[in-house]
C-alpha cells in the first residue's frame, strides 16, 4: 500500500509539474496574474507530492519491504538502521527521488522567498523549474521506477554495497545534490532573462545568492566525498582524478566562475551576457555530471545501473536541456546590453581573469574526462587519463589564478593602478616567498609542497591584508573594531572564502610531502616511519553486526613514549560477499598517521602505513570555503532583495 | 573604452583562455596517456620499455605467489591471461581486497628488459561479479569468451582453450562486461 502511494505521489508530481510549467510561460507571456499566481502554491504542491514519495521510499527501506525491487536488491534486514535509511539513495533509483525533491525544494523555496521579486519573473523561473522537474519525474517514472513490486518476494534483500555502509552516505549525495540542483535555479533566472531579454542588477541581486548557496554546498558534497574516500577507501589518497570525482568538480568551476562573475553584474551592470552563459554552463556541467554518473558510462562505486535506456535517456534530457538553453541564448543574448564599463586593470577586470582562468581548467578537465570515451567510441582505443595528465594541464592555470585571487580583492571597480594594490600586500608576499624559502630549506628539492605552501600563505595572508585594508586597522586602528562591525558580511564572507583555499592548499601541500612504507610484521615486531614506530601486537577476529572481521592492534609510540593504538580492520560482508578495509587513522591536526591491514601470510601481517602531513586541513579548508560562502549568503545586501525593481514594476502586475 | 573595443578585447581573451586550455592538454596528452594492452597485444607488438600503460586480463589460476622482498616488503607475483597469451607480473605493495585468481584485473606499469611487466598499481576494486570493460574486451577479442552465452570460462582451462574467432560475438557498444 505504502509504496503504491508512493508512485501515485510522484505521478502526482509530475502533473502539478507539468500545470506549473504551463501556468508560468503561458501566463508570463500573456500578462495573465491569476495563471502566473498558481505557479507558487503548484511548487509547494509539487514539493509535498515529492517528499511524499521520497518518505514512502524511505519507509519502504525502513521496514525492509522485500516486495519492493529496489529494496530486494539494495538493502537487507541485517543492515543497521542508519544505512537501511541511509540506503534509500545508495541506489539508483532512490537518488533519483532524492535529486527530484531536492528540485522541488528549490522550486518551494523561490515559491517561498520570492515573494518580492517582479511577477513574471518569479513565474517563468518556476516554469523552468517545473520544466527540469517534468523531464526527471518522467525519467523515474518510465525507466527507473522505484517502487516496482517483484512477485513472489524474495526471503530477503541483496544487501548493500558495503563501501557505502558508512555515515558518510548520510551527508554526501545530499549535499552534492544540494549543490548539483541549486544550479538549476540560476539556470531558470538565466532562462527567465533570456525570455524576457533584461539582465540588471536586481536581477543579479537574486542570482547571486543561489549561486552562493549552491556553490557552499557543492564545496561541502565534493569535500565529503574526498574525505570518505581517503579513510574508507584505504589507498591514503584524497583525490584520484577519477571521472566522477571530474563530474562534481565541473560544475564547482563553473558555479565559481558564476559568483564572481554575477558580483559584477549586480555592482557594475557589466558581464551581464557572460554571466547568463556561465548559468547556463553550470547547470549544463551538472546534468552532464548527473548523466556521467548515473548513466552507467563509467564504472565506479557511484554506478549502480548499467542499463542502456536509462543513460539514452538522461543524455535526451541533457540535450533538450542544456541545447535548449544555449539556443535560447544564442537567440536572445543580443538583446541585453551591456552599460557599464571598466579598464582592464580594474576589479571587474580581475574578475574576468578569475572567470577565464577558471573556464580553462573546467575545459582542461572536461577534455581529460570525456577523451577516453570518445577515444573508445570512436577510435575504439582503450585509453585512460590519470591524474599525471590532470596535473600538469591544471597547474599552470591554478598559479596565475592563486595570484591573482589575493590582488583582485585589493583593486578598486573601474579602474585601477597596480603600484598601490601591490603595496597593500608586499608582507603577503613577503610570507609567500618565506614559505617557499623555508620549506625547500626543510625538505630539499621539492617544489610541488614548496609552491603549495607559498600559495598558501599568499592566500591568506592576502586574505587578512584585505580586511586589515579595509578596516584601517593600521593606519587608524583606534576606530578599526567599530569598522569591523560595520563592514558588510559579503566581504568577510569572500575573505574567509579565499583564506579558506588557502588553508585547504597548506593540506595539499603537505599531502605532497607524504610518504608510506610496506612491512611485513611478525606479532611484537615493528616498523618506523617518519619518527614513530608502529609495532604490531596481535591480529584477532572480531564480529559486526552484518560483518565479521579481521582487526590487527597495533601500538603507535614516538620517542618511546606511546602515541596512541590503532586498529585496521579487513571486513567481510557475507550478503554480497565482499570485503572492505577499514583504515586507522589518527590525527594530530600537523599529521595523519595512517595504517592499513593488508594480507595475512607465514603468521604474520602486511600493514601499509601512511604519513600524511597537515591532511586534515584540506577538508578543514573546504569547510572554512563554504562558511565564507555561507557567510557572505547572509549579508543583508542580499536577505533585502531587490525593492526598487518591485517599484518599477509593481503597477504593471498589480 | 568604446563598447565594440571591449567586445574585442573580451572575445581575444576568451580565445586567450581556450586556446592555453587546448595547448595545455596536448601537450599533457602527449606524455600521460595511458594505453591499454591485452597479453595479446603485447605478443604481437612490445611496447617502448619506459612508458607506463595499463595492462588487463584474468588473473591465472595457480599463479600467484606471495614472497617478501629482501629488504622487508612484500611482493607478489602472478601472471594475467587472456587467453592466448600471458604475461607474468610482479607487483610490490598490498594486493586490493578483490583480487583474486581466475578474476579479471586491470594492472597499472611498466614492461621490463625481461618481459616482466612490473605493476604500480592493481585495480580490482569491484564487486566480485565486475569483470572490467578493458578486461572483457581483451577477451572478446582473443575469442575466448562470448559474453552473450554467460560468465566466463574458468581460467585455469585457458591455456588449453583453441582459440576460435568470435563471429559476431561483439554486440554494438560492446560494454556489457559487468
Known sequence: MIPELGHFALALALALSLAQAVFGLWGAQRAEPRLMAATAPLAIGTLIATGTAFACLMWSFAVNDTTVSAVVQNSHSAKPMLYKLTGTWGNHEGSMVLWVLILALCGGAVAGFGRKLPSTLQARVLAVLALVAVGFLAFILGTSDP????????????????????????????????????????????????????????????????????????????????????????????????????????????????????IVVEKREALKTWTVFLALLAFGLSLLGTFLVRSGVLNSVHAFANDPARGVFILFLLMVYVGGGFALFAWRAAAMAPTGVFAPLSREGALVLNNLLLCSIAAVVLVGTLYPMFADLILKQKISVGPPFFNSATLPLVVPLIGAMALGPVLPWK?????????????????????????????????????????????????????????????????????????????????????????????????????????????????????????????????????????????????????????????????GRMTTTEAAIHTTWLSDLYVVLGDERDGGAVLRIHHNPLAPWIWFGAAIMALGGGISLSDRRIRVSAPAAKLARGEVTA | MSRKRRRLYLLLLCGLGLGSATALSLSAFQDNLVFFRSPSDIMQEAPAPDRAFRLGGLVETGSVQRETTPDGRPEARFRVTDGASTIPV???????????????????????????????????????????????????????????????????????LTPTPAVGAAPPGGRSGS
Open chain 1, 415 to 575: 579602474r585601477a593602478r597596480l603600484w598601490p594594490a601591490l603595496q597593500r600586500l608586499w608582507w603577503a608576499a613577503l610570507g609567500a616567498l618565506a614559505a617557499l624559502l623555508l620549506c625547500l630549506a626543510l625538505e630539499g628539492q621539492q617544489i610541488g609542497p614548496a609552491l603549495g605552501f607559498a600559495a598558501a600563505a599568499w592566500l591568506i595572508l592576502g586574505a587578512v591584508a584585505d580586511i586589515a585594508d579595509r578596516i584601517a586597522l593600521f593606519s587608524r586602528p583606534r576606530a578599526a573594531l567599530a569598522r569591523a562591525r560595520g563592514l558588510p558580511r559579503a566581504a568577510w564572507g569572500g575573505a574567509i572564502a579565499h583564506a579558506g583555499l588557502g588553508v585547504m592548499m597548506l593540506g595539499l601541500a603537505g599531502m605532497g610531502l607524504a610518504t608510506d612504507r610496506l612491512a611485513l610484521l611478525q606479532p611484537g615486531q615493528s616498523a618506523s616511519l617518519a619518527g614513530y614506530d608502529y609495532r604490531l601486537d596481535s591480529v584477532q577476529d572480531v564480529a559486526g553486526p552484518n560483518f565479521s572481521a579481521r582487526r590487527a592492534t597495533v601500538t603507535v609510540t614516538r620517542n618511546g613514549r606511546d602515541v596512541v593504538v590503532l586498529t585496521p580492520e579487513r571486513r567481510s560482508f557475507p550478503v
Open chain 2, 90 to 160: 610482479t607487483y610490490t605493495g598490498v594486493l586490493p581486497d578483490l583480487f583474486r585468481e581466475g578474476q579479471g584485473v586491470v594492472t597499472l606499469g611498466k614492461l621490463g628488459p625481461d618481459g616482466v611487466f612490473r605493476a604500480t598499481e592493481v585495480l580490482a576494486r569491484h564487486d566480485e561479479n565486475y569483470m572490467p570493460p578493458e578486461v572483457a574486451d581483451a577477451l572478446k577479442r582473443s575469442g575466448h569468451w562470448n559474453p552473450d552465452q554467460g560468465a566466463p570460462p574458468p581460467a585455469s582451462s585457458w591455456n588449453t
Open chain 1, 147 to 262: 517502487f516496482l513490486r517483484v512477485w513472489p518476494p524474495p526471503m530477503d534483500g541483496q544487501g548493500l554495497n558495503p563501501i557505502l555502509q558508512d555515515p558518510g552516505l548520510a551527508f554526501h549525495p545530499p549535499l552534492l545534490y544540494l549543490g548539483y540542483v541549486g544550479f538549476s535555479v540560476t539556470f531558470a533566472f538565466a532562462i527567465a532573462a533570456l525570455i524576457e531579454g533584461r539582465v540588471d542588477a536586481a536581477w543579479g541581486r537574486w542570482v547571486r545568492p543561489w549561486a552562493l548557496a549552491a556553490w557552499s554546498f557543492l564545496t561541502l558534497g565534493i569535500a565529503l566525498g574526498s574525505w570518505w574516500a581517503y579513510y574508507e577507501l584505504g589507498w591514503g589518497g584524497y583525490w584520484f582524478w577519477d571521472p566522477v570525482e571530474n563530474a562534481s568538480l565541473l560544475p564547482w568551476l563553473a558555479g565559481c566562475a558564476l559568483l564572481h562573475s554575477a
